[in-house]
T-cell receptor
Framework: GNSVTQMEGPVTLSEEAFLTINCTYT??????LFWYVQYPGEGLQLLLK?????DKGSNKGFEATYRKETTSFHLEKGSVQVSDSAVYFC????????????????FGQGTILTVHP | KAGVTQTPRYLIKTRGQQVTLSCSPI?????VSWYQQTPGQGLQFLFE???????NKGNFPGRFSGRQFSNSRSEMNVSTLELGDSALYLC????????????????FGEGSRLTVL
Protein backbone atom coordinates (compact mmCIF):
# COMPACT_ATOMS: atom_id res chain seq x y z
CA GLY A 1 0.00 0.00 0.00
CA ASN A 2 0.88 3.66 -0.05
CA SER A 3 2.87 5.23 2.75
CA VAL A 4 4.65 8.48 3.58
CA THR A 5 7.53 8.86 6.02
CA GLN A 6 8.55 12.22 7.41
CA MET A 7 11.60 13.08 9.43
CA GLU A 8 11.16 12.81 13.16
CA GLY A 9 10.37 16.12 14.82
CA PRO A 10 9.95 18.55 16.30
CA VAL A 11 12.23 21.00 14.53
CA THR A 12 13.31 24.20 16.28
CA LEU A 13 15.08 26.95 14.37
CA SER A 14 16.07 30.56 14.76
CA GLU A 15 14.57 33.15 12.45
CA GLU A 16 16.34 33.33 9.04
CA ALA A 17 17.73 29.80 9.37
CA PHE A 18 17.56 27.28 6.52
CA LEU A 19 14.82 24.67 6.75
CA THR A 20 14.72 21.13 5.42
CA ILE A 21 12.00 18.64 6.28
CA ASN A 22 12.57 15.23 4.76
CA CYS A 23 9.81 13.20 3.18
CA THR A 24 10.02 9.81 1.46
CA TYR A 25 7.21 7.72 0.08
CA THR A 26 6.16 4.35 -1.28
CA UNK A 27 3.31 4.18 -3.72
CA UNK A 28 1.72 2.18 -6.51
CA UNK A 29 0.54 3.86 -9.66
CA UNK A 30 1.52 7.43 -10.46
CA UNK A 31 1.63 9.48 -7.26
CA UNK A 32 1.14 13.19 -6.96
CA LEU A 33 2.92 14.70 -3.97
CA PHE A 34 1.89 17.49 -1.63
CA TRP A 35 2.91 19.51 1.36
CA TYR A 36 0.11 20.70 3.60
CA VAL A 37 0.56 23.09 6.55
CA GLN A 38 -1.53 23.35 9.71
CA TYR A 39 -1.23 26.56 11.70
CA PRO A 40 -2.27 26.47 15.38
CA GLY A 41 -6.03 26.12 15.76
CA GLU A 42 -6.65 25.89 12.03
CA GLY A 43 -7.35 23.24 9.43
CA LEU A 44 -4.81 22.05 6.89
CA GLN A 45 -3.90 24.24 3.92
CA LEU A 46 -2.22 23.14 0.72
CA LEU A 47 1.27 24.64 0.64
CA LEU A 48 2.60 23.23 -2.63
CA LYS A 49 2.32 20.26 -4.93
CA UNK A 50 4.05 18.35 -7.73
CA UNK A 51 2.24 15.96 -10.01
CA UNK A 52 5.07 14.26 -11.90
CA UNK A 53 8.72 13.36 -11.55
CA UNK A 54 11.20 16.27 -11.54
CA ASP A 55 8.44 18.83 -11.00
CA LYS A 56 9.24 21.51 -8.44
CA GLY A 57 6.43 22.89 -6.34
CA SER A 58 6.88 26.30 -4.74
CA ASN A 59 4.89 28.74 -2.65
CA LYS A 60 5.61 31.42 -0.02
CA GLY A 61 9.36 30.78 -0.29
CA PHE A 62 8.98 27.03 0.25
CA GLU A 63 10.12 24.56 -2.40
CA ALA A 64 10.05 20.80 -2.92
CA THR A 65 11.20 18.71 -5.88
CA TYR A 66 9.60 15.40 -6.85
CA ARG A 67 12.50 12.91 -7.00
CA LYS A 68 11.30 9.61 -8.38
CA GLU A 69 14.74 7.96 -8.22
CA THR A 70 14.97 8.52 -4.47
CA THR A 71 11.18 8.50 -3.86
CA SER A 72 11.52 11.77 -1.99
CA PHE A 73 9.82 15.16 -1.76
CA HIS A 74 11.84 17.17 0.77
CA LEU A 75 10.55 20.58 1.82
CA GLU A 76 13.02 23.49 1.94
CA LYS A 77 13.00 27.18 2.73
CA GLY A 78 16.02 29.41 2.65
CA SER A 79 15.07 31.75 5.48
CA VAL A 80 12.30 30.87 7.93
CA GLN A 81 10.19 33.36 9.83
CA VAL A 82 8.41 33.13 13.16
CA SER A 83 5.14 33.06 11.22
CA ASP A 84 6.22 29.75 9.61
CA SER A 85 5.76 27.97 12.95
CA ALA A 86 3.24 25.24 12.21
CA VAL A 87 2.85 21.52 11.57
CA TYR A 88 3.89 20.39 8.09
CA PHE A 89 2.45 17.28 6.46
CA CYS A 90 3.77 15.47 3.42
CA UNK A 91 1.06 13.62 1.48
CA UNK A 92 0.45 11.66 -1.70
CA UNK A 93 -2.42 10.65 -3.92
CA UNK A 94 -1.78 7.73 -6.23
CA UNK A 95 -3.80 6.97 -9.31
CA UNK A 96 -3.79 3.62 -11.03
CA UNK A 97 -2.92 3.21 -14.69
CA UNK A 98 -6.60 2.98 -15.51
CA UNK A 99 -7.28 6.36 -13.93
CA UNK A 100 -9.04 5.06 -10.86
CA UNK A 101 -8.34 7.18 -7.83
CA UNK A 102 -8.03 5.80 -4.38
CA UNK A 103 -10.04 8.84 -3.46
CA UNK A 104 -7.86 9.76 -0.54
CA UNK A 105 -4.66 11.41 0.49
CA UNK A 106 -2.10 9.41 2.44
CA PHE A 107 -0.36 11.64 4.98
CA GLY A 108 2.90 11.46 6.83
CA GLN A 109 2.96 11.86 10.60
CA GLY A 110 3.60 15.58 10.46
CA THR A 111 6.59 17.65 11.56
CA ILE A 112 6.22 20.39 14.14
CA LEU A 113 8.27 23.45 13.25
CA THR A 114 8.95 26.15 15.83
CA VAL A 115 10.83 29.27 14.80
CA HIS A 116 12.25 31.56 17.48
CA PRO A 117 12.99 35.26 16.96
CA LYS B 1 -15.95 33.04 -0.22
CA ALA B 2 -16.78 31.19 2.98
CA GLY B 3 -14.57 28.24 3.85
CA VAL B 4 -15.44 24.78 5.02
CA THR B 5 -17.58 24.97 8.15
CA GLN B 6 -17.65 22.18 10.69
CA THR B 7 -19.99 21.93 13.65
CA PRO B 8 -19.74 21.49 16.52
CA ARG B 9 -16.15 22.61 17.06
CA TYR B 10 -15.81 20.87 20.42
CA LEU B 11 -17.82 18.18 22.10
CA ILE B 12 -17.50 15.78 24.99
CA LYS B 13 -19.24 12.42 25.06
CA THR B 14 -19.10 9.33 27.23
CA ARG B 15 -18.37 5.78 26.16
CA GLY B 16 -21.29 4.06 24.49
CA GLN B 17 -22.92 7.25 23.25
CA GLN B 18 -23.15 8.25 19.62
CA VAL B 19 -22.17 11.47 17.91
CA THR B 20 -23.01 13.25 14.65
CA LEU B 21 -20.65 15.76 13.12
CA SER B 22 -21.62 18.16 10.36
CA CYS B 23 -19.68 19.67 7.49
CA SER B 24 -20.72 22.41 5.06
CA PRO B 25 -18.35 22.54 2.09
CA ILE B 26 -17.26 25.61 0.19
CA UNK B 27 -20.07 26.84 -2.04
CA UNK B 28 -19.98 24.98 -5.33
CA UNK B 29 -17.84 22.12 -4.04
CA UNK B 30 -19.49 18.74 -4.51
CA UNK B 31 -16.82 16.48 -3.05
CA VAL B 32 -16.41 16.02 0.70
CA SER B 33 -13.83 13.91 2.52
CA TRP B 34 -13.42 13.12 6.20
CA TYR B 35 -10.19 12.45 8.08
CA GLN B 36 -9.45 11.50 11.68
CA GLN B 37 -6.42 13.14 13.29
CA THR B 38 -4.85 11.71 16.44
CA PRO B 39 -1.39 12.17 17.98
CA GLY B 40 -0.62 8.47 17.63
CA GLN B 41 -2.03 7.61 14.21
CA GLY B 42 -1.78 10.98 12.49
CA LEU B 43 -4.25 11.70 9.72
CA GLN B 44 -6.35 8.72 8.68
CA PHE B 45 -8.84 8.73 5.81
CA LEU B 46 -12.45 7.98 6.72
CA PHE B 47 -14.67 8.58 3.66
CA GLU B 48 -15.00 10.46 0.40
CA UNK B 49 -18.36 11.52 -1.00
CA UNK B 50 -19.25 13.02 -4.34
CA UNK B 51 -22.78 13.85 -5.47
CA UNK B 52 -24.29 11.96 -2.51
CA UNK B 53 -22.32 8.78 -3.33
CA UNK B 54 -19.61 7.30 -1.16
CA UNK B 55 -16.66 6.73 -3.47
CA ASN B 56 -14.19 5.35 -0.99
CA LYS B 57 -14.02 4.31 2.63
CA GLY B 58 -11.04 3.98 4.93
CA ASN B 59 -10.16 1.14 7.23
CA PHE B 60 -12.48 1.97 10.12
CA PRO B 61 -15.08 -0.20 11.85
CA GLY B 62 -18.72 -0.11 10.87
CA ARG B 63 -19.44 2.18 13.83
CA PHE B 64 -18.20 4.99 11.61
CA SER B 65 -20.68 6.03 8.93
CA GLY B 66 -21.39 9.05 6.84
CA ARG B 67 -23.63 10.52 4.23
CA GLN B 68 -23.89 13.45 1.89
CA PHE B 69 -27.01 15.45 1.11
CA SER B 70 -28.20 16.92 -2.16
CA ASN B 71 -26.83 20.35 -1.14
CA SER B 72 -23.38 18.72 -0.69
CA ARG B 73 -23.43 19.09 3.08
CA SER B 74 -22.13 16.01 4.81
CA GLU B 75 -22.49 14.34 8.16
CA MET B 76 -20.55 11.60 9.83
CA ASN B 77 -21.79 9.49 12.69
CA VAL B 78 -19.92 7.41 15.22
CA SER B 79 -21.99 4.99 17.27
CA THR B 80 -21.08 3.23 20.50
CA LEU B 81 -18.21 5.57 21.20
CA GLU B 82 -14.93 4.22 22.56
CA LEU B 83 -12.14 6.07 24.33
CA GLY B 84 -9.96 5.63 21.24
CA ASP B 85 -12.40 7.63 19.15
CA SER B 86 -11.18 10.81 20.84
CA ALA B 87 -9.72 12.81 17.97
CA LEU B 88 -9.92 15.83 15.77
CA TYR B 89 -12.25 15.05 12.86
CA LEU B 90 -11.45 17.05 9.78
CA CYS B 91 -13.70 17.62 6.81
CA UNK B 92 -12.32 18.69 3.45
CA UNK B 93 -14.06 19.78 0.29
CA UNK B 94 -13.11 20.16 -3.33
CA UNK B 95 -14.87 20.94 -6.58
CA UNK B 96 -14.03 17.51 -7.97
CA UNK B 97 -13.26 14.18 -6.34
CA UNK B 98 -9.68 12.97 -6.20
CA UNK B 99 -8.90 11.70 -9.67
CA UNK B 100 -7.15 13.03 -12.77
CA UNK B 101 -9.11 16.27 -12.64
CA UNK B 102 -8.10 16.93 -9.05
CA UNK B 103 -4.92 15.28 -7.92
CA UNK B 104 -5.16 16.37 -4.33
CA UNK B 105 -6.08 19.94 -3.59
CA UNK B 106 -8.43 19.74 -0.66
CA UNK B 107 -9.78 22.63 1.42
CA PHE B 108 -9.99 21.69 5.07
CA GLY B 109 -12.20 22.95 7.84
CA GLU B 110 -10.94 23.66 11.35
CA GLY B 111 -12.25 20.36 12.60
CA SER B 112 -14.51 19.00 15.30
CA ARG B 113 -12.62 17.96 18.42
CA LEU B 114 -14.28 14.99 20.06
CA THR B 115 -13.38 13.89 23.57
CA VAL B 116 -14.74 10.57 24.81
CA LEU B 117 -14.72 10.05 28.57
Amino acid sequence: GNSVTQMEGPVTLSEEAFLTINCTYTATGYPSLFWYVQYPGEGLQLLLKATKADDKGSNKGFEATYRKETTSFHLEKGSVQVSDSAVYFCALNSLTAGGTSYGKLTFGQGTILTVHP
Amino acid sequence: KAGVTQTPRYLIKTRGQQVTLSCSPISGHRSVSWYQQTPGQGLQFLFEYFSETQRNKGNFPGRFSGRQFSNSRSEMNVSTLELGDSALYLCASSSQPLDYTNTGELFFGEGSRLTVL
